[in-house]
């Protein structure tokens, strides 16, 4: 059985960990890249199915067209960060599969299902976007997950003709500590939970 992780990680990847609007220069390699989807596709989705697709914007051209299907408080964080992800479900996950999840005949499942087909995209594809952000910060970056953009621009400007819908975005990059506020609270234990 695995021993819990020392206090340094878990402070890395939840307790000291903030949300960042402002972000230093420094850039993000695209071995970074790689190697934070090389993390985040090993946590579990049902059936195995990862619909998860990402697009990393990390050219002027690529972040100036994403801004312009974004609200105005998010255009500059866009346009400044270096690299905004843009986390998407793939709606054809389902073909994957036979190959994805050889153990089970779960195609079958999706077959003419629209509404389980989308469902089960977004919800595990939001499961996936929620690893993309530990395994960024456990490896050493910052983010911030924006839902402030117009999804039918996003999925036009960048989907079009394809099952790739998006789910939301992400800054990514080095945060400037300067720049935060006082951590936000987190409810209490017994503000939200039930044992039973």
């Known amino acids: 059985m695995p021993a819990p992780l020392n206090d340094t990680a878990l402070d890395q990847a939840f307790r000291t960990a903030r ?27 049902s059936t195995n199915m990862q619909p998860l697709r990402i697009v990393w914007c990390t050219t002027p051209e690529a972040k100036a ?26 709606l054809n996950f389902a073909d994957l599969l036979p190959r994805l999840s050889p153990h089970s005949d779960a195609q079958k499942w999706f077959v003419g299902n629209q509404p389980l087909i989308e469902e089960s995209a977004f919800r595990n594809s939001t499961l996936q976007g929620a690893y993309f952000i530990i395994a960024a910060r456990m490896l050493g970056l910052d983010t911030n997950p924006m839902a402030g953009f117009d999804p039918k621009g996003v999925n036009e400007a960048f989907f079009a003709g394809s099952s790739l819908r998006v789910n939301f ?21 017994e503000e939200s939970n039930t044992i039973l």
Not at 169 to 189: K, N, Q, V
């Open 169 to 189: 975005i992400c800054a990514l990059g080095y945060g400037d500590p300067s720049t935060l506020h006082p951590r936000e609270p987190r409810l209490r234990f």
């Open 19 to 45: 949300t960042y609007r402002h972000y230093t220069d420094q850039p993000v390699p695209e071995s970074t890249l790689r190697a934070i989807y090389d993390l985040l596709k090993w946590g579990p989705t």
């Open 65 to 90: 067209k994403l801004a312009a299907h974004s609200s105005k408080s998010n255009v500059e964080k866009i346009l400044k960060v270096p690299v905004t992800a843009i986390l998407a479900m793939d």
